[in-house]
Protein backbone atom coordinates (compact mmCIF):
# COMPACT_ATOMS: atom_id res chain seq x y z
CA UNK A 1 0.00 0.00 0.00
CA UNK A 2 1.57 3.29 -1.02
CA UNK A 3 1.04 6.49 0.41
CA UNK A 4 1.06 10.31 -0.76
CA UNK A 5 5.26 10.22 -1.43
CA UNK A 6 5.08 6.34 -2.56
CA UNK A 7 6.48 5.10 -0.15
CA UNK A 8 4.76 1.78 1.60
CA UNK A 9 2.97 2.66 4.90
CA UNK A 10 3.72 -0.22 7.48
CA UNK A 11 0.78 0.68 9.28
CA UNK A 12 -3.37 0.19 8.60
CA UNK A 13 -5.61 3.12 8.53
CA UNK A 14 -8.74 2.62 9.54
CA UNK A 15 -11.91 5.47 8.82
CA UNK A 16 -14.53 4.68 11.37
CA UNK A 17 -17.45 6.73 9.91
CA UNK A 18 -21.59 6.51 10.50
CA UNK A 19 -24.56 8.67 11.86
CA UNK A 20 -23.86 11.32 14.80
CA UNK A 21 -24.37 9.17 18.01
CA UNK A 22 -23.63 5.46 16.50
CA UNK A 23 -20.33 5.37 19.03
CA UNK A 24 -17.70 6.62 16.11
CA UNK A 25 -15.36 8.48 18.93
CA UNK A 26 -15.52 5.60 21.80
CA UNK A 27 -14.95 2.72 19.24
CA UNK A 28 -12.14 4.67 17.28
CA UNK A 29 -10.32 5.31 20.54
CA UNK A 30 -10.62 1.48 21.71
CA UNK A 31 -9.35 0.87 18.20
CA UNK A 32 -6.07 3.05 19.05
CA UNK A 33 -5.66 1.86 22.05
CA UNK A 34 -6.02 -1.98 21.37
CA UNK A 35 -4.31 -1.91 17.96
CA UNK A 36 -1.67 0.82 18.62
CA UNK A 37 -3.14 3.45 16.02
CA UNK A 38 -3.22 7.15 16.55
CA UNK A 39 -6.25 8.43 16.92
CA UNK A 40 -7.61 11.85 14.67
CA UNK A 41 -11.55 12.71 16.00
CA UNK A 42 -11.80 15.07 12.63
CA UNK A 43 -14.42 16.66 14.34
CA UNK A 44 -12.89 18.05 17.07
CA UNK A 45 -9.44 18.56 14.80
CA UNK A 46 -12.13 20.61 12.56
CA UNK A 47 -13.14 22.79 15.66
CA UNK A 48 -9.43 23.20 17.54
CA UNK A 49 -8.22 24.33 13.75
CA UNK A 50 -11.59 25.93 12.74
CA UNK A 51 -11.85 24.54 9.62
CA UNK A 52 -14.93 27.04 8.98
CA UNK A 53 -15.90 28.99 5.77
CA UNK A 54 -18.82 30.44 7.66
CA UNK A 55 -21.95 29.56 9.24
CA UNK A 56 -25.54 28.24 8.56
CA UNK A 57 -27.62 29.72 10.21
CA UNK A 58 -30.45 27.93 8.49
CA UNK A 59 -28.88 24.26 9.06
CA UNK A 60 -27.44 25.94 12.72
CA UNK A 61 -24.53 24.73 11.50
CA UNK A 62 -20.93 25.84 10.87
CA UNK A 63 -19.69 25.02 7.13
CA UNK A 64 -16.61 23.57 6.63
CA UNK A 65 -13.34 24.38 4.67
CA UNK A 66 -12.80 21.33 3.40
CA UNK A 67 -9.45 22.51 1.60
CA UNK A 68 -8.29 23.83 4.88
CA UNK A 69 -8.83 20.86 6.63
CA UNK A 70 -7.42 18.16 4.00
CA UNK A 71 -4.37 19.96 3.59
CA UNK A 72 -3.92 19.65 7.67
CA UNK A 73 -4.98 15.59 7.18
CA UNK A 74 -2.32 15.03 4.37
CA UNK A 75 0.16 16.43 6.89
CA UNK A 76 -0.64 14.17 9.45
CA UNK A 77 -1.48 10.97 7.59
CA UNK A 78 2.14 11.94 6.41
CA UNK A 79 3.75 13.03 9.38
CA UNK A 80 2.40 9.16 10.67
CA UNK A 81 3.14 7.73 7.44
CA UNK A 82 6.92 8.68 7.91
CA UNK A 83 6.70 7.32 11.05
CA UNK A 84 5.55 4.02 10.20
CA UNK A 85 2.45 4.40 12.45
CA UNK A 86 -1.13 3.66 11.60
CA UNK A 87 -4.13 6.01 11.84
CA UNK A 88 -7.74 5.57 13.00
CA UNK A 89 -10.01 8.35 12.23
CA UNK A 90 -13.25 9.16 13.13
CA UNK A 91 -15.79 11.16 11.15
CA UNK A 92 -19.90 11.44 10.71
CA UNK A 93 -19.02 11.83 6.27
CA UNK A 94 -16.71 10.05 4.60
CA UNK A 95 -16.52 10.90 0.79
CA UNK A 96 -14.69 13.71 1.52
CA UNK A 97 -10.87 11.91 1.91
CA UNK A 98 -9.07 10.56 -0.72
CA UNK A 99 -9.77 6.66 -0.95
CA UNK A 100 -5.94 5.70 -1.00
CA UNK A 101 -5.55 7.37 2.89
CA UNK A 102 -7.83 4.49 4.07
CA UNK A 103 -7.47 0.14 4.05
CA UNK A 104 -10.80 -0.25 5.84
CA UNK A 105 -13.80 2.10 6.29
CA UNK A 106 -15.96 0.56 9.89
CA UNK A 107 -19.85 1.99 9.03
CA UNK A 108 -20.69 2.03 12.76
CA UNK A 109 -24.95 1.13 12.95
CA UNK A 110 -27.49 1.78 15.66
CA UNK A 111 -31.02 0.95 16.15
CA UNK A 112 -32.94 3.42 16.33
CA UNK A 113 -34.48 3.48 19.66
CA UNK A 114 -30.80 3.59 21.24
CA UNK A 115 -29.75 6.23 18.89
CA UNK A 116 -32.73 8.15 19.97
CA UNK A 117 -31.63 7.99 23.48
CA UNK A 118 -28.20 9.06 22.99
CA UNK A 119 -29.05 11.99 20.94
CA UNK A 120 -31.53 13.09 23.57
CA UNK A 121 -28.31 12.44 26.20
CA UNK A 122 -26.19 14.69 23.71
CA UNK A 123 -28.60 17.20 24.03
CA UNK A 124 -29.94 17.79 20.29
CA UNK A 125 -32.87 19.43 19.68
CA UNK A 126 -35.84 17.87 18.47
CA UNK A 127 -35.04 19.04 14.79
CA UNK A 128 -31.57 17.96 14.81
CA UNK A 129 -32.34 14.69 16.32
CA UNK A 130 -34.76 13.59 13.93
CA UNK A 131 -32.47 14.53 11.18
CA UNK A 132 -30.13 12.16 12.43
CA UNK A 133 -32.17 9.55 13.09
CA UNK A 134 -33.70 9.93 9.89
CA UNK A 135 -30.29 9.89 7.99
CA UNK A 136 -29.25 6.60 10.36
CA UNK A 137 -32.78 4.22 8.77
CA UNK A 138 -32.06 5.45 5.09
CA UNK A 139 -28.61 3.97 5.80
CA UNK A 140 -27.00 7.41 4.27
CA UNK A 141 -23.71 6.98 5.22
CA UNK A 142 -23.49 3.39 4.73
CA UNK A 143 -24.64 4.23 0.87
CA UNK A 144 -22.12 7.23 0.84
CA UNK A 145 -19.12 4.55 2.32
CA UNK A 146 -20.27 2.53 -0.49
CA UNK A 147 -19.89 5.25 -2.86
CA UNK A 148 -16.76 6.24 -2.51
CA UNK A 149 -14.61 3.11 -1.28
CA UNK A 150 -14.17 -0.23 -2.87
CA UNK A 151 -16.81 -2.34 -1.58
CA UNK A 152 -14.34 -4.51 -0.33
CA UNK A 153 -13.21 -2.39 2.52
CA UNK A 154 -16.69 -1.08 3.91
CA UNK A 155 -17.55 -3.20 6.85
CA UNK A 156 -21.04 -2.59 8.25
CA UNK A 157 -21.08 -3.68 11.94
CA UNK A 158 -24.10 -2.67 14.85
CA UNK A 159 -22.68 -0.76 17.75
CA UNK A 160 -25.96 -0.89 20.40
CA UNK A 161 -24.24 -2.60 23.24
CA UNK A 162 -20.44 -2.45 25.04
CA UNK A 163 -20.64 -5.87 24.18
CA UNK A 164 -20.90 -5.05 20.16
CA UNK A 165 -18.37 -2.39 20.55
CA UNK A 166 -15.65 -4.62 21.93
CA UNK A 167 -16.15 -7.56 19.22
CA UNK A 168 -16.34 -4.83 16.55
CA UNK A 169 -12.25 -3.44 18.19
CA UNK A 170 -11.08 -7.36 18.84
CA UNK A 171 -12.08 -8.09 14.53
CA UNK A 172 -10.19 -4.79 13.92
CA UNK A 173 -7.30 -5.77 15.88
CA UNK A 174 -7.46 -9.44 13.98
CA UNK A 175 -7.51 -7.89 10.77
CA UNK A 176 -4.85 -5.23 11.19
CA UNK A 177 -2.85 -7.88 12.53
CA UNK A 178 -3.42 -9.46 8.89
CA UNK A 179 -2.75 -6.06 7.19
CA UNK A 180 0.93 -6.13 8.71
CA UNK A 181 1.41 -9.64 8.50
CA UNK A 182 0.46 -9.13 4.20
CA UNK A 183 2.15 -5.80 4.01
CA UNK A 184 5.90 -6.09 5.72
P1 LIG B 1 -20.23 9.41 17.77
O1 LIG B 1 -18.75 9.64 17.83
O2 LIG B 1 -20.63 8.44 16.70
O3 LIG B 1 -21.04 10.66 17.71
P2 LIG B 1 -19.86 8.59 20.53
O4 LIG B 1 -18.69 7.68 20.44
O5 LIG B 1 -19.62 9.97 21.04
O6 LIG B 1 -20.65 8.67 19.14
O7 LIG B 1 -20.94 7.84 21.42
C1 LIG B 1 -22.16 8.46 21.80
C2 LIG B 1 -22.52 8.00 23.21
O8 LIG B 1 -22.89 6.62 23.19
C3 LIG B 1 -21.39 8.10 24.22
O9 LIG B 1 -21.97 8.43 25.45
C4 LIG B 1 -20.81 6.71 24.29
C5 LIG B 1 -22.01 5.84 24.00
N1 LIG B 1 -21.70 4.63 23.20
C6 LIG B 1 -21.07 4.61 22.03
N2 LIG B 1 -21.02 3.37 21.52
C7 LIG B 1 -21.65 2.58 22.41
C8 LIG B 1 -21.95 1.19 22.46
N3 LIG B 1 -21.59 0.35 21.48
N4 LIG B 1 -22.61 0.72 23.52
C9 LIG B 1 -23.00 1.55 24.52
N5 LIG B 1 -22.76 2.88 24.53
C10 LIG B 1 -22.10 3.39 23.49
Redesign the pocket.
Known amino acids: MSDVDGTERKRPNILVT??????????ASLIAETVGLRHVNVGELIAQHKCYEGYDDALDTHVLDEDKLLDLMEGIFQECADEGMGIVA?Y?SCELFPERWFDLILV?RAKTDVLFD?LT??GYGEKKRSENLEAEIMQVVLDEAKESYDVEIVHEVT????E??ESNVERCRLWAEQWIANNS
Open positions: GTPGVGKTATDHLRERSNTVEM
